[in-house]
């Protein structure tokens, strides 16, 4: 199977995502700094969300790009993926139209787990269907970071419900442990460009 045409599908997705949540940003009524200031939350929720799906975009590129085979169990896995990344432009735009109210938040880091645990999978099972020796199996056999990015997500969810605002620290949080692109596989790949 070709792998140029999953990323291609998944680029086009992640791009259509970001657009969706682009136009959810209703400018004021008002021309004053005081109306504007009234939007922060809604826009705050999207710079969160275009980080995350920045971040979503990179690493699944990284992926395919130490990938050497793809078949049928990842295409699934990818469409489950996309799915969960699909819902976030809804959890984005709840939790900034209320002022990251607590069952708002919740939701959104649910959407967060979901997609972690998508990726997750979607990892497993590329490494699987590749043959021995294959680069992606010596770059990520063992991922710290997406482990402990799933049990702070499974952390804030419950915390969102009381402490709403300490649980998008930890989504933030997160964010920053991922913001800068996993270097594994590119040092596996000894190329920059990868």
């Given at each position: 199977?070709?792998?140029?045409?999953?990323?291609?599908?998944?680029?086009?997705?992640?791009?259509?995502?970001?657009?969706?949540?682009?136009?959810?940003?209703?400018?004021?009524?008002?021309?004053?700094?005081?109306?504007?200031?009234?939007?922060?939350?809604?826009?705050?929720?999207?710079?969160?969300?275009?980080?995350?799906?920045?971040?979503?975009?990179?690493?699944?590129?990284?992926?395919?790009?130490?990938?050497?085979?793809?078949?049928?169990?990842?295409?699934?896995?990818?469409?489950?993926?996309?799915?969960?990344?699909?819902?976030?432009?809804?959890?984005?735009?709840?939790?900034?139209?209320?002022?990251?109210?607590?069952?708002?938040?919740?939701?959104?880091?649910?959407?967060?787990?979901?997609?972690?645990?998508?990726?997750?999978?979607?990892?497993?099972?590329?490494?699987?269907?590749?043959?021995?020796?294959?680069?992606?199996?010596?770059?990520?056999?063992?991922?710290?970071?997406?482990?402990?990015?799933?049990v702070?997500?499974?952390?804030?969810?419950?915390v969102?419900?009381?402490?709403?605002?300490?649980?998008?620290?930890?989504?933030?949080?997160?964010?920053?442990?991922?913001?800068?692109?996993?270097?594994r596989?590119?040092?596996?790949?000894?190329?920059?460009?990868?």
């Amino acid at each position: 199977m070709d792998r140029g045409r999953l990323e291609a599908f998944s680029d086009g997705v992640i791009a259509i995502l970001i657009t969706i949540m682009v136009l959810g940003l209703v400018p004021p009524k008002g021309a004053t700094i005081e109306a504007l200031a009234e939007l922060a939350p809604v826009f705050l929720a999207y710079v969160m969300s275009f980080v995350f799906l920045g971040i979503y975009w990179n690493n699944h590129h990284h992926l395919l790009a130490a990938s050497s085979v793809v078949n049928g169990r990842v295409l699934w896995a990818n469409l489950h993926l996309l799915f969960w990344l699909s819902l976030i432009p809804f959890a984005t735009a709840w939790m900034g139209e209320n002022g990251f109210a607590s069952v708002p938040v919740a939701l959104y880091g649910v959407v967060l787990l979901a997609a972690g645990m998508g990726y997750y999978i979607l990892s497993r099972l590329l490494l699987a269907a590749q043959p021995e020796g294959a680069p992606l199996l010596e770059a990520i056999s063992q991922d710290r970071k997406g482990t402990a990015s799933l049990v702070i997500l499974m952390i804030a969810v419950p915390v969102s419900l009381v402490l709403p605002l300490a649980a998008c620290v930890l989504y933030v949080l997160i964010a920053a442990m991922w913001f800068i692109p996993d270097s594994r596989i590119e040092r596996v790949l000894g190329r920059p460009d990868v």
